[in-house]
């Protein structure tokens, strides 16, 4: 299994601000991914974060809004950009690799946008 | 385009009771796994089950159990003997792209929360 740590863990920021989160995973993995959970809501894919090219990401959010990086098979960082109230969520990052059982998710990154 | 319903949005019970949340699923590939995840009040995501789109034979985990039909399109989690421990948001979620495995991306239900009374 793969243990995955993001930083920070939690956060409070001001409308027009940016934020990067850091994704960690202790083992090589094939798959990157980040997700955004919206208060009471379910959790949405925002992107595949693909190592050492653009990532991908799908519909309804866009590289200019939140630009992703992963310079390598162990790590990714988001970036939420010129944050609202709306983007108040819980983000997570998770790593998959061929053959492996599952798909495994950080603790998660609580932003409060004020 | 794959979708996943858990039309159940919050369930209570009182502690000891069984339950049983609901998952249906839709998917144009005949090859996919499914997966059941925990969600308590912490936040973080724990792995319950996956189970891939060629075995539907019912899985128990001590007081987890699960049935999985594909006839129905259907992946039901079913919790004995409920404890206070087991309150918690759960989630159902399908992967397609059976030879990428479980590495693939998810796509969630909407939860269903369970409150389990002393």
């Known amino acids: 299994s793969a243990v995955i740590s993001q930083k920070p863990s939690r956060d409070i920021c001001q409308r027009g601000t940016s934020l990067t989160i850091q994704c960690q995973v202790d083992?090589?993995?094939?798959?990157m991914f980040w997700y955004r959970q919206q208060p009471g809501q379910s959790l949405t894919l925002i992107a595949t974060a693909n190592q050492g090219s653009e990532a991908t990401y799908e519909s309804g959010f866009v590289i200019d809004k939140f630009p992703i990086s992963r310079p390598n098979l162990t790590f990714s960082t988001l970036t939420v950009s010129n944050m609202s109230p709306e983007d108040s969520s819980i983000y997570l990052c998770s790593a998959g690799a061929l053959y492996q059982e599952t798909q495994y998710f950080g603790p998660g990154t609580r932003l409060l946008v004020l | 385009a794959q979708k996943v319903t858990q039309a159940q949005t919050e369930i209570s019970v009182v502690e000891k009771e069984d339950v049983t949340l609901d998952c249906v699923y839709e998917?144009?590939?005949?090859?996919?796994?499914l997966f059941w995840y925990k969600q308590p009040p912490s936040g973080e995501l724990v792995f319950l089950i996956r189970?891939?789109?060629?075995?539907?034979q019912n899985e128990i985990s001590g007081r987890y159990s699960w049935n999985f039909q594909k006839s129905t399109s259907s992946f039901n989690f079913t919790i004995t003997a409920s404890q206070v421990v087991d309150s918690a948001v759960y989630f159902c979620a399908l992967s397609e792209d059976f030879y990428n495995n479980a590495g693939n991306m998810l796509t969630f239900g909407g939860g269903t929360r369970l409150m389990v009374k002393p």
């Open positions: 189970r891939n789109s060629f075995d539907e």
């Open positions: 083992s090589q993995v094939t798959m």
């Open positions: 998917t144009r590939d005949t090859t996919y796994y």
